[in-house]
């Protein structure tokens, strides 16, 4: 939620925080189901299908990947201003024009401009969703955050074999994508369910000078600046194995079963994360950088044939993504001015951003030279992992 520079008591007229928390997590499941179904079949679909080298699906992952982060830079702030609610509804029209296209898209051009709906309407939602969440009060926000990071592991666990099936139908991957939109357009109808008074922006003179106080206030925070540089890998290491699986040659069952068991136990993990503020404590987010190392370096040598040392992977990865997405929303929570919570966390997901597009262009021209290429390319993503655990301080 977007709050005032003077946020009005808690005794003022306006919903209860469980209101806010139910609609968001409303959203995240539906979004997230819309998401993982098509998200979990996209490399294949481009592999296969289409007949697109690494490389260029890399191309295609990077430019979705760093467009959608780095705008949160702005985004965040202007979030701030203009509301949650408005900008929450927006972002969800747009992602649903996305993946319509995406699923009509049959050559790279097409491609590239689904990824940039797709990226710009994934900017606009998370700083909207996140800002809610952020405005409820402390005492419900560590279980608030919990229950919707809870519903996006469910979420991706359903997804994968919801779009499976939804493959097997018949039309293929225009029906899975068109699902996939009509889920983002009920997200759109969920965000005008949280009232205007939750949403009432700040007072500020113009939307773009209350963007640019924000950004400066977030860049001259030099203890969060340093954690923000610290945890940029992050957003790499929770989405890589979901192109770095279909290139290795895994199949799409294989493949779904690892994302469902990768989801499950990071859903398992949340209520440990959540309870008694765990997630502001350092050690949770150097464990979870290490458990992201660890898979990745389980990952690097292995080729279609080997099914359980995926698995054994796929429960590190959930292990990490389990503590890594709620220590950092709890660390910057507290530490972030509550009216300038979007600025905080788009400056933050904007560098994750910028890391994971150049990272990807990279990975995949690596994996385009073969078995050692993918081995180094994977390794590497396991020592950002380690390198994140040995700096990552504050903030």
Known sequence: MTLAATAPPRSAARPSDRRVIVTVVGVQLAACLGYFSV????????????GLMAGTIGLVLGIRTGLQFGLLLPVGAITDVLGA???????????????????????VGTLLAAAVLIAVGGALTNPAAQSLLAGVSP????????AFVAAQHVATVAGPPIGLALLALGPGFALLSGASAALWLVCGGLFLLVPRTVTEPARLRGAAQGALTGLKAVLADRGFMLFAIAVAPTTLLANHIMTAVPLLGFGSAVATVAFSVLAAIAAAAQPFVAAG??????????????????????LAPLDGA????????AVLNGVSNGLIQPSIFQRA?????????????????GLAGVFSFAAELIIGRLFDLGSGGALAALTAVGAFALAAAFTVRGP
């Open 39 to 50: 998200m979990a079949h996209l490399v294949a679909h481009l592999k296969h299908d289409l």
């Open 85 to 107: 609610r408005r900008t929450g509804s927006i972002a969800c029209v747009v992602r649903a024009g996305g993946f319509g296209l995406l699923g009509l898209a049959n050559g």
């Open 139 to 146: 005492e419900h926000r560590s279980r608030g955050f919990a």
């Open 277 to 298: 503020h765990r997630g502001e404590r350092p050690w949770v987010l150097r464990a979870g950088l290490v458990c992201a190392a660890a898979a990745f370096f389980v």
């Open 306 to 313: 080997q099914t359980w040392p995926l698995m054994v992977a």
């Open 333 to 349: 929570a507290r530490h972030a001015p509550p009216e300038r919570f979007g600025s905080y966390y788009g400056v933050m997901a």
